[in-house]
């Protein structure tokens, strides 16, 4: 019995010592002591030296929680000899020592703990490995940047992968910026070697316009299914446009944002991969002179929609993020032509956009000769259920404000934010950067914007909050800083592959410090915004870091399993397979005689079918009724006796 | 502190010097007056900050630091409770009512406008915080309507019940201007 | 259809404008909705000044109002934002919290009177913009007027939204569409939506403050060119009505705009001629054009 300090942590709020005296005068105790760090080389030392002197057949700890700790000492003791499942893991920090400042009572419930777990350590049953084969291959599901990061990295190490995209291309919204901060490059100069290297890559197959539509399976080898609507023009189309001039149809085109037009029959922009034209089914009026025009027949009206079957070991979610829609905001008149988001910005910069890239107050046309720009749309703000800062908009305002200022010098350009985040190297040299450009920063947060009854201009009212005084601002346009949210189609999605989301709508990280890029669920890992917002730069960096993760799982071959998995006794077995109505895994078969049957492999070890079944036939190992019916008892014990005391 | 006579300009944040009665009556109300970020939207809603005073972020802020000069300022008595702050803060927090926690404290305090003590005493005596007149009885007629409407107007005895109930105001510490 | 209403009064409108009293009293005669008196009704009281100064005595003070209207075992009507405000708000909160319930019931049976807040408060502008409609009132209407007019909200009757929530209170539509079926143009002005300035006080102790605030108010409308401002509530309407003379003697403005309640010009659109445009302080010789049938 080794009881730990875990520094403070635990003894800093009950007596360690007298617990780990309460333990020395349990049965089958040999040996009891405390330690100010178990974890810590001299404490596994300490666990190793007790086991050969006083030749221990089961050890206990009381420390930390099982998913923390119970692997080192279950290592310990492999080393000397025993089965790591002769250790029992004791919580008495997390279950304890964290949620209670009362010494005394924390102090008891330790031990009423520890006399758990010493009754449960009698009883633990030697559990085996088993290696598992898992399938080299990886699903990547959306391919912006860290789509495409994340495919490359794995393709390079060797794993195969599949690329799921639901648009048309791939590149997502980095595709669709001008500028990247910190250093104001163009983005499509520094993404599209990695595009390109993603498309022409021999080990990364890319669907696009697909979307994932069963997940079956688990960890190193699931199955999914993927369904890929039809895009009407094959893979043979030259990209020669001829469709797109004849096609009648024109309509603002969704990836410009509304700032540039598209037709039935498109590319979302010149550079777009895959570069095949696609066919939007919805607003095509079937008048089929693209089929006449194109001159190698890829035009093809009866292509259908396609489901197909994937054997991955590993899936990375990169599906990105949604811009926050500013029309929540009533007090903001989003509906406004002249009020635009830094998004329809950035398409307004555009080349290909109907602005050629001139920034001009959408209503008019007109030069503005005054912008101002509104930070925290949509973020830090509790009204809209959106507590979080994006920590990104303060920096992309800092460089649409500049290239603002390039573009037009003698326009006046606001900055209305509530705090200026710009942490980390380059990042507040940019903010200094932008004030020496002469942007005007208004320390605070607009309360409404007015459209001007007569004319098209906007009035902007906010507390200039350093000088304490309400300001009216006069603006041409104005730029809202939308936030970053979860893309709304997440939930199914996240459904389909068994992930907790945070309550914002993202992917919920395994733990925030050591595993942001893994999800709740063994095997699927995160990449990019879908964890929460983020910068490009922290985006690459994560999608590198789901890459390596992933690829952890697959490099090896195989993975090894724990089987402490169901078990079924067929002396109690009545043959009713409730249980294998109930296992969610579907890891319940029938034998040839009729009686239940487990597939270790599939088992998740959740014990659902033991509530299920009638007769107490199939049983956990290392968590049998008899088991837990002795830890109970443990602890039942230890308060009647201290009840009796008292 | 200071041997001259002039009083300290610095404000000295000192503990034991903060009004807590201010802090426990917004908490009491829920209102969390820390949670504020100070970005300025009540102070840019305020149709009165443009011409009074009054600056509600300012309020808020001296509030939190439990400043009890804020009761004694007319600032807090410049807002028309159009509650464009309230319905706007990005916080949640329900501003308005944080003001009427602070006049209902200024009031216990007798920090109440002659005015305001006025219109008590006219809902004391008639039932309506503006009365009928003679004037009025006749275009009541004129319109076909009674003379007197059916309300407090009519009832002497309950008016004075309400009167004893209701409305005590404290003493006067000093007319707020 | 309800049965009828408790016609709450309040102060305002039965002791300054009675017309508008006498054109609610019309237009609810002709929609055929019963009126119930609420005998020892009082003032709401005031949201800005009597809760500023005991809120658990205004709330005491309105419960009495609220009972009287539960009594009648009708709705509670008023034609006031203020009123609204106070009554409202206060019902809102006793029906949504026993323990207040309780606290406000103990002092209040002291004068007589048991709250039970199961009941509605509602304002004319919700009965007419949206129980009837603007489609709704066209078979009691016996003309339209032709009037370019601003359309003032007021605060209450919106705000605080997550308690009233009858129209976006940013960019409201409720009363334009209502009052464009009675023929109105509405006219969209600077500072649609702000506040008149009387409330909360402030009209009361700090006139000067007050004024300041309406004349914010009354250039943008005499910037819009309208013929009239309407809105929904005696107290708005008293500053408006009273202000603009004020505004005219202490400060050198030329304002001559007539205020029309919401009650008034519908009376008038239902046939009743005589709205009470001649007692008022400001254009007492305004007489409504009637539109001519396209």
Known sequence: MFVCHCGENIAGKLDVEEVAEFAAGLPNVEFSTDNLFMCSKQGVELLKEAVRRHKLNRTVVASCSVEQHWPTFARAVEEMGLNPHMHEQVNIREWVSWVTNDWDNATEKAKSAVAAGVKMAALKEPIETQKLDVVKKVMVIGAGVAGLRAAMDLAELGIPVVLVEKEPSIGGHMTMLNKTFPTDECPMCTLSPLLNGVANHPDIEILTLSEVSKVEGSVGNFVVEVTTKPRYVHDNCTSCGRCSEVCPVEFPNEWDMGF??????????????????????????????????????????????????????????????????????????????????????????????????????????????????????????????????????????????????????????????????????????????????????????????????????????????????????????????????????????????????????????????????????????????????????????????????????????????????????????????????????????????????????????????????PTGAIQIRNFRDAQLKEEVIGLLEYNRLVGAAQ | ????????????????????????????????????????????????????????????????LGDSSVLESSDIWMCTTCYNCYDRCPRDLKVTDAIIVLRNLASARGFIHKNHRKVVQILAKTGHAVPINDKIQQVRKELGLPKIPPTLAKYPEERELLAKTLFQLAPEEGDEQ | MNTGYSFFLGCIMPNRYPAIESATRFVLERLGINVQEMERAGCCPAPGVFRSFNKPDWMVAAARNIAIAEANGSPLLTVCNGCFGTLFDVNHALKHDEELRKKVNEKLEKLGYHVKADGEVRHIAQVLGFDIGPSGIQQYLKRKVKLKAAIHYGCHFLRPFHLKQIDDPEDPRILEDYFEALGVESLNYRGRLLCCGAGGGVKGAHAEESMKMLLEKMEGIAESGAEAILDICPFCHLQFDGGQKILNEKYGTDFHIPVIHISQLTAFCMGENEIGMKYQVIAPEFRLEVRNPD
């Open chain 1, 260 to 613: 540039g037009m598209r037709k039935a029959i498109y590319k979302p922009y010149p550079q777009a991969i895959p570069s095949t034209f696609t066919r939007d089914k919805k607003h095509c009026i079937e008048c089929g002179l693209c089929e006449i025009v194109c001159p190698v027949q890829a035009v093809d009206f009866s292509m259908k929609k396609e489901k197909r079957e994937f054997n991955v070991g590993a899936i990375v979610v990169a599906t990105g993020y949604e811009q926050y829609d500013p029309v929540e905001i009533t007090a903001y008149h989003y509906d406004h032509p002249n009020i635009i988001t830094q998004l329809e910005l950035e398409r307004m910069l555009a080349p290909t956009t109907l602005t050629k890239g001139k920034i001009l107050r959408p209503s008019d046309g007109k030069v503005p000769e005054s912008v101002v720009i509104i930070q925290c749309v949509g973020s830090r703000n509790d009204q809209v259920g959106n507590a979080y800062c994006t920590g990104v908009c303060c920096m992309y305002a800092l460089k649409n404000a500049g290239i603002i200022k390039e573009h037009l010098p003698n326009t006046d350009v606001y900055i209305c934010y509530i705090d200026i985040r710009a942490p980390g190297l380059y990042y507040e040299e940019y903010y200094k950067k932008a004030q020496e450009k002469g942007i005007i920063f208004i320390r605070g947060r607009p309360s409404n914007i007015e459209p001007d009854p007569y004319e098209e201009k906007l009035t902007v009212f906010v507390e200039d909050t350093f000088t304490g005084e309400p300001v009216e601002i006069e603006a041409d346009m104005v730029i809202l800083s939308a936030g970053m949210i979860a893309p709304k189609g997440f939930g199914k999605l996240g459904g389909k592959l068994g992930l907790l989301r945070a309550k914002e709508g993202f992917a919920k990280e395994y733990h925030i410090k050591m595993g942001p890029m893994r999800s709740s669920r063994e095997g699927v890992l995160l990449a990019g915004t879908i964890q929460g917002p983020r910068d490009i730069t922290k985006t690459v960096a994560h999608a590198g870091a789901a890459a390596s993760a992933a690829a952890q799982i697959l490099v090896k071959g195989f993975l090894e399993k724990r089987l402490d998995t169901a078990i079924v006794d067929k002396d109690l077995c009545i043959k009713c397979l409730a249980c294998s109505t109930v296992c969610n895994p579907g890891a319940i078969d029938v034998d040839v005689d009729g009686y239940a049957f487990v597939n270790d492999t599939a088992c998740k070890s959740c014990g659902t079918c033991a509530g299920a079944c």
């Open chain 2, 1 to 64: 502190m200071s041997s001259s006579s002039f009083p300290n300009p610095v404000r000295v944040l000192r503990r034991g010097e903060r009004d807590e009665e201010i802090i426990k009556a917004l908490k009491n109300e829920g209102f969390d007056i820390n949670a504020c970020m100070q970005c300025g939207t009540c102070t840019a809603s305020c149709l009165s900050g443009r011409w009074t005073a009054l600056t509600v972020r300012k309020v808020m802020r001296k509030a939190a």
